[in-house]
């Protein structure tokens, strides 16, 4: 009997028993509440290729795409029907993306989500959050924390300083990816690094948003933002007192159409965000193709389920962190640092041919993994923490925080051959290497063809045995270049190791992860007197 394709699988029992539940109470709530059901295809039509969509050819080779999001059936919907606005809809289906091969992640996910599409009025937020609270409590899982942000936020606050454009983006990129080292830098060469509220702009989220509110530089544009975000607190303290809600003033918008608030939840039990929406008013159109305001919510129905399971099980809130370490060289050159920033790593100290370590009072684990499964493990959400080098994230799809460039375990890629290698000879040069992202970005920028040979270790050996022309490796002190005989012809990026980080890991430890980040910045930056500005 065949199985099922590596990215399926089937759903049965009390897996999908909470499933049904949770989209019998969605209907209940959205029915009273006078939305209007709304039910798309799988198929759309495929004219357009794009990485995340899975296609399907019909009969006579015409191409269809699976729905991959709930967005753009309901874009062509409303754009090829005469609907009256406003209008309140919902939704309750599959969606389907192609996840990375062998990567243990599905193509299919349960998606559902309401809208009101037409509606400029602040009420149609407000409208959208007492739903979300409505089916918090019909589902019965209370401890969301709420998270209220608004997508032109950052360019709200930089517009208030003198930036040029580019220093907007530099900045804008380095706050949305929490990358400590990269924002901190930007921030000195721009001459920013006394002012107390930039300093502290990538973690002011949870407390510390609230915390920072007051200093958000004033214009009529932040204080508007200010004050939407105050009336929805009041909702929701009305709603339930119990329910935690604040502002994150460092989000990134959740996708770039978002135009207004935006609202997310997550739990302590779940490594996704939960619900997630807010007001995008430049992606709609009606029949005339005028554009059409709209606010809505989408849910992974998936990860509500999961936490529905632990709801159901009553388990007790997380209190334990665990860091993915890459074993060898990254471990042992980042060990001393961790120590000096208060982790009790002393469990590593023996490591015999164990993988799973403790702290001494048992709140930290530190897992040992090889350098490209680091990643795999904080996708998964089991590991919160993670320390690898920079080489081995340039080489993999990443969607977490890159927080610090820890600066050990150093070194710098670079192009090397033997000694009578001329550029010029080779039209197509093959060049060996185990980094081919790397490697074709850099070819790429200097418009060269070559062709890549990816090969796993001892790569030095390639030239000199004629299985390419060249190589792209890691170098450190150069030796084994020399013995080998190769030459350096360029140096690329440097390598070290960085301290990343599930997103949703951040939010739930974010006492834990602002000191960790205040101490290692205290060691990577001694003699700094900027960094008493943290608020700690
Ligand atoms: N000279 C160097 N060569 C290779 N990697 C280095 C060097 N210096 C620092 N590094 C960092 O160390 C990591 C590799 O560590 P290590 O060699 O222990 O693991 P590995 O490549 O899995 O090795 P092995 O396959 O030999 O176990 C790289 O990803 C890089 O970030
Ligand atoms: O400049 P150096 O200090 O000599 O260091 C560079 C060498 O170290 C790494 O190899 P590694 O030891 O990881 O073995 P590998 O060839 O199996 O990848 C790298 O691929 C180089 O071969």
Known sequence: MEGLPATSRDEFGEELLIKQSIEHHFNLILNQAHFLPIATPFLEKGETLRPDSMYLSGKDGELFTLKSDMTRPLSR????????????????????????????????????GFEIIGETSWAAEQEILQQTLN??????????????????????????????????TCL????????????RQKLKAYHLIDDTFLVNWPMAFGLRGDALLPLLPDSPEINAMKTHWQELINSVKAFNSNIKVHVDLAARPLKSYYTGTTIRTFSQHVSEYIFSGGRYDQLLQDHRGCLLPAVGIGINV????????????????????????????????????????????????????????????????????????VVKYLDAGIGDIGIVGSDTMAEQPFNHYDLLDLNVARAQFVLASTHDFRHHINMRPKIATKYPTITRQYFDKQNKDIQIIKLTGSVELAPLTDL??????????????????????????????????????????????NELIYNLLNILEPNDENLSKSIN
């Open 77 to 112: 919907f409303l754009a090829t029907n005469h609907i009256n606005y406003p209008t309140h809809l919902y939704y309750f289906g599959e969606t389907f993306t192609p996840p990375t091969q062998l990567s243990g992640h599905y193509n299919q996910q349960t998606q559902a």
């Open 135 to 168: 089916l918090m409590a019909e589902l019965d899982v209370t401890d969301l924390e709420i998270e209220l942000s608004d997508a032109k936020l950052a360019d709200a606050v930089l517009a208030t300083y003198q930036l040029s454009p580019q220093q907007i």
């Open 172 to 183: 804008k990129d380095a706050l949305f990816n929490k990358n400590m080292t990269q924002y």
């Open 302 to 373: 998936d990860a509500l389920a999961t936490l529905k399971a632990h709801t159901n099980k009553q388990q007790p809130e997380k209190d334990n962190l665990t860091f993915v370490l890459a074993k060898g060289r990254v471990e042992k050159a980042v060990r001393p640092l961790l120590k000096n920033a208060g982790i009790d790593n002393s469990a590593l100290e023996n490591p015999e041919r164990k993988l799973i370590f403790h702290s001494n009072d048992n709140k930290l684990t530190f897992i040992l993994v090889k350098a490209d499964d």
């Open 468 to 513: 390419a022309d060249a190589i792209v490796d890691i170098s450190q002190t150069g030796t084994t270049l020399k013995e080998n005989n190769l030459k350096v012809l360029d140096e690329l990026n440097d390598v070290s190791a960085h301290l990343i980080a599930n997103r949703i890991s951040v939010r739930q430890q974010r006492a834990f992860f």
